[in-house]
């Protein structure tokens, strides 16, 4: 069976193995005051070319997520946010569970429209609404597609202008600064944010988030958040070890560049084959749409996921490479079809 269905099935890379077993017995105090996590922060720091940030370690995504919206929203404050955003579909209302409304928006690539800030803020007009405060997006999106500096700068203005907070999700920030059609660094997104965060664990690690905070306002007290929702890993060594070894060196975009590589290898062979896609995302998720017969012959030999039907006869599927896709994995399926 090939596994094209997500990109954290794969246990951790080789390096970052190598270190947490080389650091094993090592003894020291937890919950992220150790060391490692130290070293780790003041790395990521310099790499993003912000001294002033706080960097905090996190398990998960979902943690990440919901914790941070908790810490920096009062109790009727909202966020605004696309409707296939991961807070969204895949968090299992973590964010609404702890008292926050997620204002959707509707679109089509994942992305949101800086319009769409106005239109949502003119609805909400007094206190018989929730008050949006917070702007959420992803890079990647749900959809693989990717924002070009300008549509950040665009956003930004738009939560300067509302005195709202931008939050960007980066479960896959690898894959997305290392597309091709990226325009963006890492420095651009910690100018141009008030919050993000650096996924980790679709990216090679074990388990690991590193998120960013940047406006002094959210910065206050939120450890206390961190514990209190569980988010705060007492071995928190094993984190800082793991972004350690992202950072040392260019490992994280390494690995970010080689599952863009297997996925353009992959989109470019089914594209030639005559086959279309429901979005076109240059990064490590791609969607053809197959012929209903043909999903049913790839799913006995691929796992993946099934996006939605288009029509009565084709079905719209994800494809989404890794760290660690062999390309002869990617040459197997390709011959299938």
């Known amino acids: 069976m090939i596994f094209l269905r997500c990109d954290y099935s794969e246990g951790a890379h080789p390096q970052i193995l190598e270190a947490l077993v080389k650091t094993n017995m090592e003894q020291t105090v937890g919950y992220g005051e150790d060391p490692h996590c130290i070293n780790a922060a003041q790395m990521i720091r310099k790499r993003i070319g912000r001294e002033d940030a706080d960097v905090h370690f996190f398990v998960g995504g979902t943690q990440t997520n919901f914790t941070s919206i908790t810490a920096f929203l009062r109790p009727h404050e909202a966020v605004i946010a696309p409707a296939r955003a991961h807070i969204c579909v895949h968090e299992t209302g973590a964010v609404e569970a702890r008292g926050h409304k997620i204002v959707t928006v509707p679109t089509t690539d994942a992305k949101l429209d800086p319009d769409q800030i106005d239109e949502t803020i003119r609805y909400h007009e007094d206190e018989h609404f929730v008050k949006p405060k917070m702007v959420f997006i992803s890079d990647t999106t749900e959809l693989g597609t990717l924002y070009k500096k300008s549509e950040l700068q665009e956003i930004k203005k738009r939560c300067e202008k509302y005195g709202l907070y931008l939050y960007l999700d980066g479960a896959r920030l690898a894959s997305a600064l290392t597309s091709p059609e990226n325009d963006m660094t890492i420095e651009d997104i910690a100018h141009l944010t008030d919050a993000f965060y650096i996924g980790g664990t679709k990216n090679g690690a074990l388990f690991g988030e590193a998120l960013i905070l940047l406006n002094p306002e959210l910065k206050k007290e939120f450890r206390w958040i961190m514990k209190q929702s569980g988010s705060m890993l007492a071995k928190g060594r094993l984190l800082g070890v793991q972004f350690e070894e992202f950072f040392k060196d260019n490992l994280y975009f390494e690995l970010g560049q080689h599952a863009n590589d297997m996925s353009k290898l992959l989109r470019d062979g089914i594209a030639a084959k005559g086959y279309r896609f429901l979005t076109d995302s240059p990064?490590?998720?791609?969607?053809?749409?197959?012929?209903?017969?043909?999903?049913?012959?790839?799913?006995?030999?691929?796992?993946?996921?099934?996006?939605?039907?288009?029509?009565?006869?084709?079905?719209?599927?994800?494809?989404?490479?890794?760290?660690?896709?062999?390309?002869?994995?990617?040459?197997?399926?390709?011959?299938?079809?």
């Open 283 to 337: 990064s490590n998720q791609i969607f053809p749409i197959f012929p209903n017969k043909l999903v049913s012959e790839l799913e006995e030999k691929i796992s993946f996921e099934k996006e939605c039907p288009v029509g009565d006869n084709e079905y719209c599927i994800r494809f989404v490479t890794s760290w660690a896709t062999p390309k002869e994995d990617i040459e197997k399926v390709l011959a299938m079809l």
